[in-house]
Nanobody, 126 residues
Framework: QVQLVESGGGLVQPGDSLRLSCEVS????????KAWFRQFPGKEREFVAA????????AYDDSVKGRFTVSADNAKNTVFLQMDSLKSEDTAVYYC???????????????????WGQGTQVTVSS
């Protein structure tokens, strides 16, 4: 059974940083696509960032490029999202996702991922 457990969300002020973690059990993440998505109230889940397998290739949505960094610790089977210079518009529920059959062209497509975490709330407010 594959489980993804997220942690690290919370309430911060604009300009602050947060680091989200996603610990995966039941599968090895090293050669899989690992991604973060977020969902605003009443909206569809949208792509934030991803790592494509073991290539080291990362992709980011334009809205977070230069502020967010996705990384993975294969030894700990954990994926991270470092979020710096947070803005109020980053407020959302953040989800990690994991898929062993994701191809590069589908990296930003939520339907390409097989496994999802439960979501963690990030609130940026003064």
């Amino acid at each position: 059974q594959v489980q993804l457990v997220e942690s690290g969300g919370g309430l911060v002020q604009p300009g602050d940083s947060l680091r989200l973690s996603c610990e995966v059990s039941g599968r090895t993440i090293s050669n899989a696509a690992k991604a973060w998505f977020r969902q605003f109230p009443g909206k569809e889940r949208e792509f934030v960032a991803a790592l494509f397998r073991n290539t080291g290739r990362a992709a980011y949505d334009d809205s977070v490029k230069g502020r967010f960094t996705v990384s993975a610790d294969n030894a700990k089977n954990t994926v991270f999202l470092q979020m710096d210079s947070l803005k109020s518009e980053d407020t959302a529920v953040y989800y990690c996702a994991f898929g062993q059959r994701v191809i590069l062209s589908s990296l930003r497509n939520p339907t390409a991922y097989d496994y999802w975490g439960q979501g963690t709330q990030v609130t940026v407010s003064s």
